[in-house]
Nanobody
Framework: QVQLVESGGGLVQAGGSLRLSCAAS????????MGWFRQAPGKERDFVAS????????YYADSVKGRFTISRDNAKNTVYLRMNSLKPEDTAVYYC?????????????????WGQGTQVTVSS
């Protein structure tokens, strides 16, 4: 089992940047593919980005491609989401998630463990 704790959310103006962190504890972090999801009020939890266990491959939702960057540091048991050029529509609770599946999932159902989420609010 792995425990995930997100941090780094907050209030930012449109065009600004934030970096989210997700610290993991428990089983070997490098055993997990990692993903970021977000959920706005009244909406479903949507895929944002994912990264393979080694960090060699990354995947993004079209809505964030070119603006967000997912990365991981297996020595620090941490995954990051760098968010640039933020827009009001990026406002949501952001969750990190861990998956034991060999193929990196891009749906919430493919992830086994979740953090508690961190709020990101982008003002116009």
């Amino acid at each position: 089992q792995v425990q995930l704790v997100e941090s780094g959310g907050g209030l930012v103006q449109a065009g600004g940047s934030l970096r989210l962190s997700c610290a993991a504890s428990g089983r070997t972090f490098s055993s997990y593919s990692m993903g970021w999801f977000r959920q706005a009020p009244g909406k479903e939890r949507d895929f944002v980005a994912s990264i393979t266990r080694s960090g060699s491959y990354t995947y993004y939702a079209d809505s964030v491609k070119g603006r967000f960057t997912i990365s991981r540091d297996n020595a620090k048991n941490t995954v990051y989401l760098r968010m640039n050029s933020l827009k009001p529509e990026d406002t949501a609770v952001y969750y990190c998630a861990a998956s034991l599946r060999i193929v990196v999932p891009n749906t919430a159902a493919g992830y086994d463990y979740w953090g508690q989420g961190t709020q990101v609010t982008v003002s116009s």
